[in-house]
C-alpha cells in the first residue's frame, strides 16, 4: 500500500541522530507521503538533525524544548502558519540524569525524579493540549514507552515510574481528546540501540537477555516501531486509542 499518509502533516518530536526511533518512524511516515515537521532539543543536535531531515524533501525544522512552555507555543505557531492543520504528533522524548539509571531506585532523588518525569511524561501533555486544536480534520498522536513501566527491571529505575505516568496520560488524553477526533497511543518498543539507551547501565545483557528469550528469537529493529507508528499515524488505525501496542517481538509475553 503507498500512499497512505498522502496530504498528512505530522509533527516528529525527538530525532537526535539517525539511531533515534524518531528517525525511524519519520522514514515510515515520509515513504507513505507525509509532509514532515521536525524539532530539535537544543543547537548541540541542530546539524545533526537538519542534515537528516534535509533527505526528506519538503519537510521543515524547528528547535523546541520540550520543558519551556514559551519554546512549545512559539512552535505551535509556526505549525499553524506553515501547516494550518496538523493530522500527526510523534513524541520520542524521554530523559533521565545517568546516574539515576544505574543501582537502587530507593537512591532516586527529588530532582532526579522531578526532571525525568517533567522531560518524559509530562511533556506529552504540554505538546497534546497546544496541539489539539490544529487538529481539526481529526489526528493521531503516539509517544514512545517501555516494559520498564510495569516491571521493575534492573537499572531503569525512575524512568520505569515516569513511563507508567506516561501511559496513564495516554489513557486520559485518550478520552479526553477522543470527543475532538483525535486519537491518542503509545507504542512499548524492546530495546534498541540509541543515544538515550547508552545512559542505561548494562543495556548490553538487556539486548543478549531479549535475544534468547522472545519469542522471535531477535532484538527489536527501529524500522518495526517505524512501520507501526506510521500504522498509528494512518486512517488503518482509526478504531485504536488509548492503547499501549508493544514493538518488542514478543518479549512482553514470556515469563
Ligand atoms: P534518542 O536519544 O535518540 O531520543 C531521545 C530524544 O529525546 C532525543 O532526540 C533528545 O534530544 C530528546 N530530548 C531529551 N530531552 C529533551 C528536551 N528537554 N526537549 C526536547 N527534546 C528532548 O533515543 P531513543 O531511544 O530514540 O528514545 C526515544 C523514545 O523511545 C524515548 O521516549 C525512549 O524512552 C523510548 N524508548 C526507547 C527504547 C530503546 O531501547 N531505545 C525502548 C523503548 C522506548
Avoid at 543547537?43 to 537538519?50: D, L
Avoid at 540509541?194 to 527501529?222: C, H, Y
Avoid at 488509548?242 to 514478543?250: A, K, M
Amino acid at each position: 500500500m503507498n500512499g497512505l499518509l498522502t496530504g498528512k502533516n505530522m509533527l516528529v518530536m525527538g530525532v537526535a541522530n539517525d539511531r533515534s526511533i524518531a528517525w525511524a518512524i519519520a522514514q515510515s511516515l515520509a515513504a507513505q507521503g507525509a509532509r514532515l515537521a521536525f524539532t530539535y532539543e537544543n543547537e548541540r543536535v541542530e546539524e545533526r538533525v537538519r542534515k537528516l531531515a534535509e533527505t526528506i524533501p519538503g519537510s521543515m525544522l524547528l528547535q523546541c524544548n520540550i520543558t519551556v512552555d514559551e519554546e512549545i507555543d512559539a512552535l505551535v505557531h509556526q505549525l499553524k502558519e506553515s501547516f494550518g492543520v496538523l493530522h500527526g504528533l510523534v513524541h520520542s522524548i524521554a530523559f533521565a540524569k545517568t546516574e539515576e539509571l544505574d543501582g537502587m531506585f530507593v537512591d532516586t532523588s527529588r530532582a532526579g525524579f522531578t526532571l525525568a518525569h517533567d522531560i518524559s511524561a509530562y511533556s506529552l501533555t504540554a505538546v497534546a493540549q497546544r496541539v489539539y486544536p490544529l487538529m481539526t480534520e481529526g489526528g493521531s498522536i503516539m509517544t514512545m514507552t517501555y516494559l520498564g513501566s510495569e516491571r521493575a527491571l534492573p537499572n531503569y529505575n525512575v524512568m520505569g515510574v515516569a513511563k507508567a505516568a506516561l501511559e496513564a496520560s495516554v489513557r486520559y488524553l485518550a478520552a479526553d481528546l477522543g470527543p475532538h477526533n483525535v486519537r491518542v497511543n503509545a507504542i512499548s518498543a524492546g530495546p534498541i540501540r540509541t543515544l538515550a539507551a547508552k545512559g542505561i547501565k548494562d543495556f548490553n545483557s538487556i539486548l543478549r537477555q531479549v535475544e534468547a528469550k522472545a519469542p522471535l528469537r531477535r532484538t527489536t529493529d527501529a524500522s518495526e516501531v517505524g512501520d507501526t507508528a506510521m500504522f498509528l499515524m494512518s486512517n488503518l488505525s482509526r478504531g485504536i486509542t488509548g492503547e499501549i501496542i508493544y514493538v518488542d517481538n514478543g518479549y512482553n509475553i514470556v515469563g
